[in-house]
């Protein structure tokens, strides 16, 4: 049997009619649940409490409940934060980038993206205030007016993470909410249920599908998207700052930015075909989440990839560049040191697997595409950790070194995290439309008025 | 026609989107202004069929924007700088290159919010859920697959039959007449609205109240008010003597607090010598002890008129020929020992300080016995510093 791999398996039979696209896309919504969702929904969940159960032993008895110590500060808390932070960073290169550089298939995906971005980000913003150990202080990080005159001080970049990660979920949030603005009205005129009507109504604010609205909706997104493009590159940005504004060997790099945006968007890149592969099949989206779509997101992974192992061969070569002896003790350690087997799955997992989709066959199967975005996903993982803990275990003081073991709470934190995270995708995916009904409708084939036909 | 008055607009469906776009541009050219097109997506060339300039939210944005980053920059500059001065490392106070990251953020933060609620709030003038459009077919129709044109009677130019009949003529698939809803109305004094009023009151005051005043208090929460560790004073079971607080061991001798070896003899052998040299940052300090420590009791002045009005013994004069034939030594003493009525002063003030009073004490005393020859020589140092 030979599969042709130029073609998606199912295809409309001709072009599909607006209301078919309608029905398709709102038929989570319509329809029950099946018992398959709710197996789902309650393992997620379960993982979720899991992760609360261990967030609440960790506020009652302190940080000491997590493996980091002295030497090592910042273990899993903040490997999870910027992995998540890093995840979060698809949604809006999709919804944002892409819609300025006039790329029209991003119109099926960006919803989907952007909803991940959004439940990434909660999950990343859980970490550093967890992190803090006693988060219902976390107020003291906005500046206010306070008795004891305290400011944030402004010039750490701590506190600019603080003001990049907030800003990007306001803004993430708002230009998803704006997005879904036409869609619940659509929702909101086909639901026969009361209640649902109710809810779609309160969120659809009494949309009207009116040109004079669309007009300024239009000019609204494209403003969205200028303000978001330049926000998704600063983010990450400002997470470097973290470890490259301080002076530890390792950390102390001016390529970090660049190095992390690759970085994140790689990642963000593979969790989201890794969400879209499964929800596709649940759904019977293929026909709008085609496998060119796929394709074309592999194609940015493959690229993406190839960035961040430039990176790890320019940071090696900085470090012997450099001609300091910690930066090059830095660097070899971190290969061949105690953390070689987390630094070599690293490299393995993000420079040389994603390398398979230099072949289209690869590029278009799913199975080995899903194969590979897992992989990527678990390599960007270990890139944050190796980054954070083989950095900070050789201190500059020889007698505490030491080696970071994990307590079985960071485990449960971080499995915690992707409960929360999937719980809200699946919660998601059943109570708001996946796919952007008002945009996927305007790009179907006829959808625009032909400049011979009407107008003129 | 009993419910004509009642009309809101005159409606039409249209199935292709080409059909539309002349609808629209017909029904400018007929110069009707009060209509608007419905479609449930945004049609290209829609906005020049209808005659519509280009949207102006992208102001709203460079505005707002541009003030919340210049806002954001003085705020950062005000509290680093001015309001509070925080030294780290010799930096400046005020480090451009250090607040570029948080002035990007809230120039995009600001700009976004601000279009969004500019957005939903100016321009579209939602939430409007009473819309007379809401709830009917048409509606229904244009949220799928359909385009819709209607004219409000608010047009000048609005005539039913001759819009209906303009309508068919484009093509259109129907027609439809909306009219306006039915006025709902409620009462302020609505004995349900009023009952939530006073649940809502209630549950906010409860809840703060446990928040602050209970949840605030139970750990993890409480500020860290118990912590495993001993304070001043505190019993232990620990130790044999049932103290937390330890006794030093015999001998042992304070920072600072050499001993005195002169201590409860009342007229000590003169030995001491003054070892300061009276300068007047010395004075100065020896201003400020004497102040705190000697003046309740000896006055201001060293006069002896004591603030405590006769509610403490009333402490001599120090300006008595007695007191000013004393040797430094021995004023000294009497502050580190004690004297009659008055305490030692040696765990209070140290040792540097005491001799600065001293010093100050013979201040004083020159001061108030001034003779005729310290005017002059006042007056030649004020006009040599050219005073």
Known sequence: MSLDYSKDMVQFTKEPKLVELDNLISKPMDTNPSRKYFIALAFTSSLMFLGFLCIGYTFYFGIGAWGNNQTIAWGFGITNFVFWVGIAHAGTLISAILYLLRQRWRNAIARFAEAMTIFAVICAGLFPIIHTGRPWLAGYLIPYPNSMNL????????????????????????????????????????????????????????????????????????????????????????????????????????????????????????????????????????????????????KIILLTGSMVGYAYLMEA?????????????????????????????????????????????????????????LLVNVGMWFERYVIIVSSLHRDFLPSSWTYFTPSVIDFGILIGSFGLFFTLVLIFTRTMPVIAMSEIKGIVEGAQPSHDGGAH | MARSNNLHSVAAIFDTPNKIIKAAEKVRDEGYNKFDVNTPYPLHGMDKAMGLSSSKVGFVTLFCGLFGGSFILLFMWWTLAKNYQLFIGGKPFFALPAFIPITFEITVLIGAVSTFIALIA?????????????????????SVDKYGIYITTEDPKFDKEKIISLFKSLGAVSTDLIYLPKQEKFSMFNLKFVLFLIFVAAGTSGSTYLLLNKLMYITPFDWMEF????????????????????????????????????????????????????????????????????SPCHGNFAEGDSRLNGQ?????????????KYSDGMLYHIITNGQNAMPAYDLQITRHERWAIVDYIRVLQRAKNAKNSDLVEIKKESTTNGQ
């Open chain 2, 122 to 142: 100016v321009f579209f003038k939602l939430p409007f859920n009473n819309h007379p459009l809401h709830d009917t077919d048409y509606m229904k129709t244009v």
């Open chain 1, 151 to 298: 400011w944030p001080n402004f010039i750490s970049p701590l506190d600019w993470d603080v003001f990049a990660v907030s800003t990007y979920f306001t803004v993430s949030l708002l230009f998803w909410y704006l997005g879904l603005v036409p869609d619940f009205a659509i929702l909101r005129d086909r639901a026969k249920d009361r209640i649902k009507k109710l809810i779609y109504t309160f969120f659809s604010l009494g949309w009207r599908h009116s040109n004079r609205h669309w007009r300024d909706y239009e000019k609204a997104y494209m403003v969205f998207a200028g303000l978001a493009t330049p926000l998704v590159l600063s983010v990450h940005t400002v997470v470097s700052f973290d470890f490259a504004a301080a002076i530890l060997p390792g950390w102390h790099s001016t390529i970090f930015p660049p190095y992390f945006v690759a970085g994140a968007i790689f990642s963000g890149f593979a969790m989201v075909v890794t969400a879209l592969v499964v929800m596709r099949k649940v759904f019977d989206m293929e026909n709008i989440i085609t496998l060119n779509h796929l394709e074309k997101m592999n």
């Open chain 1, 317 to 373: 070569f900085i470090s012997w560049y450099s001609g300091v002896p910690t930066e090059q003790y830095v660097a070899v350690n971190r290969a061949f040191g105690n953390y070689a087997w987390a630094y070599w799955t690293t490299v393995s997992c993000n420079v040389f697997f994603p390398q398979f989709f230099w072949f289209k066959k690869v590029r278009r199967s799913i199975p080995l595409m899903f194969i590979v975005v």
């Open chain 2, 227 to 294: 912590q495993e560790k001993y304070t001043p004073q505190e019993t232990s079971l620990f130790f044999g003597d049932r103290r937390s607080m330890r006794t030093p061991v015999d001998g042992t001798v304070a920072k600072g607090f050499i001993p005195y070896p002169y201590k409860g003899i009342a007229n000590p052998t003169e030995v001491l010598s003054n070892p300061t040299i009276p300068t007047e940052d010395l004075l100065k300090m020896g201003k400020k002890k004497y102040l705190t420590f000697c």
């Open chain 2, 312 to 324: 403490f013994p009333n402490g001599p004069t120090l300006h008595s020929d007695k007191i000013i």
